[in-house]
């Protein structure tokens, strides 16, 4: 039977990606030298909230003085031309950019109005309450069950192996895994396909209670109809947790987001709701983008 690409789009998610009229009356843009942020970074109530960060590389300058906020159970794509920096502004989220020698990050985080650049922050139950989900699948070596009990096991959320079971099952089914090996549990999880691997990472990321979810390009190792499925999972998910994702796909940041941050060499050029942003873009480096003319 012939499926068409349509097919496996997610059909739980009604955004969908346009291409900017170019036959419509010209329209005022600011000038692609103009380098400050247009749209509104702010938002009412928000999860996270970045104000002028700066990533250094060395004596390279990565990211220049972003402000962004993330609300409550929204998803915020990040889009831009490789380089751009929006994959290293991510790890700034979770301070996975310490990890990484050189690397240098100023400004102010406020995770629930708790700045995490502070020295006292320990980054590991950080690393829970902002988990991440990396471009490729990284399952440990261990059982399907292992995989997703490890977290939730070191963090003492639970204190017996029937506690362990309901968390492993509960997260296996919010990431739309359980069905698929709820007879397998104890074989390696580097067994199961590429796509169930992703959905297996991102239970053992919603075991450990996050309040953010970290996405680096989640589904650009997958087949088209496992990233329709990581969709999907990605439209339910924000129902509880906040979500920023990284993609290099448009058309996925327009299904899967409701606001959307384009970033050019390092700075922040545009952010505004998603369909604004592809029908309507403000910023003429993000009309060029968008419309093809480079990226």
Not at 19 to 29: E, F, H, I, N, V
Request: with cysteine.
């Amino acid at each position: 039977m012939n499926t068409s690409t349509s097919d496996l789009e997610p059909k739980s998610v009604q955004t969908s990606y346009v291409q900017p009229d170019r036959t419509a009356a010209p329209r005022a843009t600011v000038d692609r030298e103009v380098r400050r942020t247009v749209g509104d970074v702010r938002v009412a109530e928000p999860r996270i909230r970045c104000n002028d960060i700066n990533v250094y590389y060395g004596t390279a300058h990565a990211i220049k003085g972003v402000n962004l906020d993330v609300a409550r159970n929204e998803v915020v794509a990040m889009i831009g031309p490789s380089g751009c920096g929006k994959s290293t502004f991510l790890r700034c989220l979770n301070r996975m950019n310490d990890t990484i020698d050189g690397c240098r990050v100023t400004g102010e985080i406020l995770l629930d109005e708790r700045n995490i650049n502070t020295r006292e922050i320990d980054v590991v139950p950080l690393r829970a309450q902002v988990g991440m989900v990396f471009q490729k699948p990284n399952p440990f070596p261990k059982s399907i069950w292992e995989n997703v009990a490890f977290g939730p096991r070191i963090h003492g959320l639970a204190r017996t192996r029937a506690q362990l079971d309901e968390i492993v099952e509960s997260s296996l089914r919010r990431a739309g895994l359980w069905e698929e090996v709820k007879d397998r549990l104890e074989k390696p999880g580097t067994g199961l396909s590429g796509g169930q691997q992703q959905r297996l990472c991102i239970a053992r990321t919603i075991a450990v209670q996050p309040e953010v979810i970290l996405m680096d390009e989640p589904c650009s190792a997958l087949d088209p109809i496992s990233t329709a499925k990581i969709e999907e999972l990605i439209d339910e998910l924000r129902q509880q947790f906040s979500i920023c994702i990284v993609t290099h796909s448009m058309q996925q940041a327009a299904r899967v987001s409701q606001r959307t941050a384009y970033f050019h060499l390092g700075d922040l050029i545009e952010v505004g709701a998603t369909e604004q942003i592809f029908t309507n873009p403000q910023h003429k480096l993000t009309e060029d983008y968008i419309t093809g003319r480079f990226g």
